[in-house]
């Protein structure tokens, strides 16, 4: 269930050929399957991004998972990704922050159970 949120105020000139690379590039970080029920990627464009005293163009990405948040994951993630950033939305690598979460299997929901009940 790795769920991959970007937000920006810049979008893609293709957002779904973006999130599609994007959901494959995740997978492959993450290191879970990319099909199935698995990774989530979403990219919503912001009306406004205020950033470190700037509306200069920018991101703020979310990132949470069933495990497979660690510190040597996280930093090859938020490499490969903000590469991807700076060359699609044109922002600057230090225009933005990248938030992990390692969720618990009880606090998520889907198909009408958690994933602590065996959907995992």
Request: net charge neutral.
């Amino acid at each position: 269930m790795p769920i991959l949120e970007i937000s920006s105020a810049q979008a893609p000139k293709d957002i779904n050929a973006f999130t599609k690379r994007m959901n494959a590039l995740f997978a492959d970080l993450i290191g879970k399957p990319e099909s199935v029920i698995y990774c989530l990627v979403t990219f919503t464009k912001v009306d406004s991004f205020y950033f470190a005293g700037s509306d200069e163009p920018g991101f703020l990405v979310k990132v949470g998972s069933i495990g497979h948040i660690d510190n040597d994951r996280n930093s090859k993630l938020t490499k490969a990704v903000t590469a991807e950033l700076v060359k699609e939305l044109g922002v600057k690598d230090s225009r933005g922050y990248f938030i992990f979460t390692d969720v618990s299997a009880q606090n998520i929901g889907y198909k009408s159970d958690t994933f602590a009940n065996g959907l995992n």
